[in-house]
């Protein structure tokens, strides 16, 4: 599904290094989670494959499902498949939370050259889609985001990402203000969500999460790159340990 080789990245701005070949192939169907210390370059990677400016790739290459992502617009991104779990403006005053969604899903695909999902054919999947996850049909009139709880901009972008339908979520939970019930909420978003031909890489830095979303495979990151790639038994092994082991190991 998802396919990065020796991925190296910069920031545009400054002469700083931030991925240092980053090895990492995640299979169709598959949770990949990704551990490690503050500042080794986790959402970096996130920012990095959705696109996002700031950052420039002097080495390597990712790919989606054989296509070359770096390469694409953000959108053809989507297009073509991937969802960067918050990375839509945190609330956007005066655009209901129904007109948003159908934008982003008609745009999406328009540029897989589907014809656009009328009013009518997107209320109903919506609704559908709201019931299957809990979320409660009184939350898609409301301004995107305004005035939401934390679990309730949990529980939208769970949603967001059940109707745009990608084939590689990945989300980052930097946001250390996840409560447990936020947590579960999108534990129980992505468990809903998995499927054969669906793959995700959760991006934490706390195992807790990882209690919930039963990963298949665990990599350490540490400065810039997977230092150890293992099962569910390594996020374990962070929480006993912390990273100051792996850490040792690696030098
Ligand atoms: P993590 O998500 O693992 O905490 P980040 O990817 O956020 O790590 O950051 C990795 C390193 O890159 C940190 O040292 C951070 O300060 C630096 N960094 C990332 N983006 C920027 C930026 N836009 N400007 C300056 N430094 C940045
Ligand atoms: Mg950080
Ligand atoms: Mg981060």
Redesign the pocket.
Known sequence: MLEIKNLHVK?E??D?Q?LKGVDLTVEAGKVHAIM????????????VLSGRD??EVTEGSATLMGEDILDMEVEERAAAGLFLAFQYPVEIPGVGNMTFLRTAVNAQRKARGQEEMSAAEFLKVIREKAKSLKIDAEMLKRPVNVGFSGGEKKRNEILQMAMLEPKMCIL?E?DSGLDVDAMKLVADGVNALRDEGRAFLV?T?YQRLLDHIKPDVVHI?AN?RIIKTGGPELALEVENHGYADLLAEEV
Request: no cysteine.
């Open positions: 920031l701005e400054e700083k931030i490690g210390p503050n500042g080794s370059g986790k959402s970096t990677l996130s920012y700031g950052y980052d930097t991006i830095h990151m810039g």
